[in-house]
């Protein structure tokens, strides 16, 4: 399904400030994936998302999605089979259009765009059924301005708008980093309804060691660039959270030094 065949990606090369991000990717991820990523300050996870996304275009190596060479794509060539959502609420969606136009346009992704009336009542009866899935409310403030939501209401909407189209492959940043414990427990509980009655090959940055535990089929970890350990779904549920920092340090030969990670709840 995706597949990264050793990637590099260096910062600022041949300068006092280089910087080795990503050091010979290896992956496999088969259809239905849903892997967590742990790892220090550093360890390349955001860069490594960004590659996949085409955000970042790897300086050598070769990514494949779907069994075509993506690997010189840019973002705009791989954003139908993409979605993607990031820490900060307001970077996922449209602040200034209604939530039904933000659904329209997730609609289309991929598709090609004449210049008839973008919003049917076929396509506004849909967008009512998948946001009351949500539970929010939201499926009765579709002519409303995103950028009145919550940070939760907007990063649940992020969520609707990534995987409306279906995508082949959904990233997630930390995408509920800036939200309040309840709120991010939510959001979670979503993602995961989310990805699992659509069966999404997904890749997640989680906001603390709880989530990267309880989530997904595979638990993955970074340091310096490389990806160090590799989990399946039994041996991971089994883990405590000390258990998996100290399984970090043996992998690693350092100590987990993100507290952000370890204390976020």
């Known amino acids: 399904m995706i597949k990264l065949t050793n990637v590099y990606k260096v910062f600022f090369p041949n300068t006092s400030n280089e910087v080795l991000a990503l ?3 290896n992956l496999d991820l088969n259809p239905g994936d849903f892997i ?19 955000i970042e275009l790897p300086d050598a190596g070769k990514v494949e999605l779907a069994g075509k060479d993506v690997t010189a794509y840019p973002e705009y060539l791989r954003a139908k089979d993409i979605g993607r959502i990031d820490q900060d609420p ?3 969606t449209a602040s200034e259009m209604t939530i039904e136009e933000n659904l329209a346009m997730a609609y289309k992704r991929g598709q090609v765009r004449g210049l ?21 409310g939201l ?10 939501l919550s940070g939760g209401q907007r990063q649940a909407l992020a969520l609707v708008i990534a995987t409306l189209a279906e995508p082949k492959l959904l990233l997630l940043d930390e995408h509920t980093a800036a939200l309040d414990p309840k709120t991010a427990k939510q959001i979670m509980d979503l993602t995961g309804k989310i990805v699992s009655s659509k069966k999404l090959t997904t890749l997640m940055i989680p906001h603390n060691m709880e989530q990267a535990i309880k989530f997904g089929n595979r638990l993955m970890m970074m340091h310096r660039g490389q990806l160090i350990l590799d989990l399946g779904h039994e ?31």
Do not use: C, Y
């Open 23 to 25: 050091n010979n990717i």
């Open 139 to 148: 499926e009765n403030r579709l002519r409303v301005p995103v950028r009145t």
């Open 235 to 265: 041996e991971k549920s089994m883990l405590t959270v000390p258990q998996l920092v100290e399984r970090f340090s043996t992998a690693s030969g350092t100590a987990f030094d993100d507290d952000r990670v370890l204390l976020a709840t």
């Open 90 to 92: 307001l970077a996922s």
């Open 116 to 136: 008839r009336w973008a919003i049917t009542s076929n396509k506004e009866k849909l967008f009512k059924e998948v946001l009351a899935e949500v539970g929010l």
């Open 36 to 54: 967590t990523i742990i790892g220090s300050n550093g360890a390349g996870k955001s860069t490594f998302l960004k590659v996949l996304a085409g």
